[in-house]
Each structure stands twice: as C-alpha cells, then as structure tokens.
C-alpha cells in the first residue's frame, strides 16, 4: 500500500517568513501526490498535486511543492507566510485505483 | 455554490440509533467517495462510487455501516445500531471521473457525528 508520513505535528513561523510543511512518500510505481489544507470544523481544500513533469507544483493561495525522487519528499512552501496561512494541512497519495491515504497531519501557526 | 454539500453539518444521537448522512458531489462529477477523520487523524478512506455502482469498500465499513448512491447522482451512508466510537468527521468528496493521473478529489465540509 501506498503512504505519506508528515514527520512534524506542529509548525510554528513567523508572518512574513517562510513556510515549509514536510510530508515523505512510500510509494511502489509511479507516486501521484497532493496537499490539501483545513481550516477548523470545515472540510478540505486543495491545494495542488504532483502527477508528473516538473518537480516544482504551484498551487493555489501562493503555495508551491517539491517533489525529489531520491529524498521521496514532496514538502510544501509558502515564500511568505501569512497569519491567515494558519490551519492544519494534509499530504496524500494515491493509494490503488483512485482513493488517498492521508498523512496524520500539520498544524501550521502563523504568528504576526 | 457549485461544490460538494453534505447534510446535516452535525448532528448528535444517542447510542444505538440509526443515522443518515447526505452528500451532494459537484454536478457531473461521476465519481463520489467517503471518508472518515477522527480528531487528530487524516481522513480514512471508507468506500467509493462510480456513478451508481460501489466499487471498493474499506474494512473500516463494517455491517453497520451502508452507503448507496442509486441514481449516480447524491449519495447516503448511513450507520445503523451507532457506537460512541463512530463519533468523527464524514467527509464526502467528488471528482470528475476523468483518467487515472487527473483526478483531483474535491471535498464537502463534512458532518461531524456525536454519538452520547
């Protein structure tokens, strides 16, 4: 089976800075990758994901993703971090045909 | 709004009873999923549809537990003799049904469950 394991539980950055949320991959084929952000007692809103191609994705709200092979990482990056960037965010995979395994989460707070 | 919807957003029930949730996928979206998020969990992949028919259901979903979607269109989960330990989030997410590498799952607000 195919897993994402988001090794920090809590991310704590200044407004302004920047962001980074971590997220490994396990993945037997070809990984097909995706972040998604919640905000509290709502459900999730995508951010972007990784299918193929370059190994830099831009999302939505200014936040991009690296993908690297070699570190089977696909973190997440804000350049500058907003106090609105605040909320917990999830790393998923493709598991089997078409549903997602979903990390533990990170809850990001951005201090002004 | 055109995205998914899900009803009712909570609801409390005492053990025991019987529950139904709704969930509405984004028009045209021919593939419709639940999941289910405890606190301090990521979602869990419960069961997924393909326009009306069930495709894979997770062992998560026990025999308590029935999803349906008879028209390809909204679907129900409901959860009969409900337990305290399925108290969560139900989360309902849709997609367009287009190959593998371009889905992009889209996801209701979701329904949290108390069960007293």
């Known amino acids: 089976a195919q897993s994402v394991a988001q090794p920090e539980d809590q991310v704590n950055v200044a407004e302004g800075n920047p962001l980074t949320v971590k997220c490994t991959y396990s993945?037997?084929?070809?990984?097909?990758l995706f972040w998604y952000v919640q905000y509290p007692n709502r459900g999730l809103q995508f951010l972007l994901k990784y299918i193929t191609g370059d190994n830099l994705v831009k999302g939505s709200y200014g936040f991009e993703a690296e993908f690297n092979k070699s570190q089977t990482s696909f973190h997440l990056k804000k350049p500058s971090a907003l106090v609105s960037d605040s909320a917990l965010y999830f790393c998923?995979?493709?598991?089997?045909?078409?549903?997602?395994?979903f990390g533990a989460g990170t809850t990001v707070t951005v201090r002004a | 709004d055109t995205g998914v919807s899900q009803d009712p957003r909570h609801k409390i029930t005492k053990r025991g009873q019987n529950v139904t949730f709704r969930c509405d996928p984004i028009s045209e979206h021919n593939r419709l999923y639940w999941y289910r998020q405890t606190l301090g969990q990521g979602p869990e992949f419960l069961t997924y549809?393909?326009?009306?028919?069930?495709?894979?259901k997770s062992r998560l979903l026990s025999d308590r537990f029935s999803a349906e979607r008879p028209k390809g269109s909204f679907s129900t989960l409901e959860i009969q003799r409900t337990e305290q330990g399925d108290s969560a989030m139900y989360l309902c997410?849709?997609?367009?049904?287009?190959?593998?590498?371009?889905?992009?799952?889209?996801f209701g607000p979701g329904t949290r469950l108390l069960v007293l």
């Open positions: 998923a995979v493709r598991d089997g045909d078409y549903k997602l395994s």
């Open positions: 997410a849709s997609s367009s049904g287009l190959a593998k590498y371009q889905e992009t799952q889209y």
């Open positions: 993945v037997s084929g070809n990984p097909y």
């Open positions: 549809f393909q326009n009306e028919a069930q495709l894979e």
